[in-house]
């Protein structure tokens, strides 16, 4: 089938994923090497009073009402490796490592953490980064994570990993990551508009860096 964007080991594909990803999945005995994504929560959050959410204008979203229940375990069925974030809201097994991004900032009407379930067999990790400076990085999706708590996720994954799978990609900062960091990735959104503001962060502002300059974590 068309990708809605293939350039420079990036790949996306636009509608739900559920239904795309048997279509577009590796051969069974290979899959992919990780899922790295931040699947609905199921929150509404897009539709909550926060200043954030008042200053973009953003309204309620169809998808942010319920989680994806079914379309997590098929994309996890289909990678060795998986970091999961929104791990409180869905139903996964006991994990050995967590990942855990803290907010300084955060407002006291929203949790000032956030956790991400993995299968990765090593201790657990914290990162802390401020949700304002991130400001910058704003393109219009209102759950939208900062490109930094992506990439340090990405770095938790075994050193090997060439090919990560985001079958909720939203704005795209997965595969931002990705491009960054050198490795393939593979994007999934079912809202079109969201997979414009990926092509025009990935042709505009996703130059390879180097890994030395990711933040510490804490």
Request: glycine fraction near 8%; charge should be negative; include cysteine.
């Amino acid at each position: 089938m068309t990708p809605y964007y293939d350039e420079s080991g990036v790949t996306i594909y636009h509608g739900d994923c559920r239904t795309l990803l048997p279509r577009i999945a590796p051969d069974e005995s290979a899959g992919f090497d990780l899922l790295l994504t931040d699947p609905p929560y199921g929150i509404g959050f897009a539709a909550q009073p926060t200043k954030w959410q008042r200053r973009a204008g953003h309204k309620p979203e169809a998808w942010d009402n319920g989680t994806v229940e079914d379309g997590v375990a098929l994309a996890r069925s289909l990678c060795r490796w998986q970091i999961i974030f929104g791990w409180n809201y869905y139903d996964l097994p006991p994990a050995r490592c967590l990942l855990a991004w803290s907010k300084p900032d955060a407002p006291p009407s929203m949790g000032n953490v956030e956790y991400a379930w993995t299968n990765l067999q090593q201790n657990s990790r914290h990162l802390a980064v401020s949700i304002g400076a991130t400001n910058q990085e704003r393109v219009g999706h209102p759950n939208q994570k900062p490109e930094a708590v992506m990439r340090w996720a990405l770095l938790q994954a075994p050193q090997d990993v060439r090919t990560v799978l985001d079958p909720f990609m939203g704005s795209g900062t997965t595969l931002v990551a990705c491009k960054r960091l050198g490795r393939a990735a593979i994007g999934i959104e079912q809202d079109e508009r969201y997979c414009a503001m990926a092509v025009e962060r990935l042709r505009q502002g996703a130059l390879p860096m180097e890994v030395e300059s990711e933040p510490r974590e804490s």
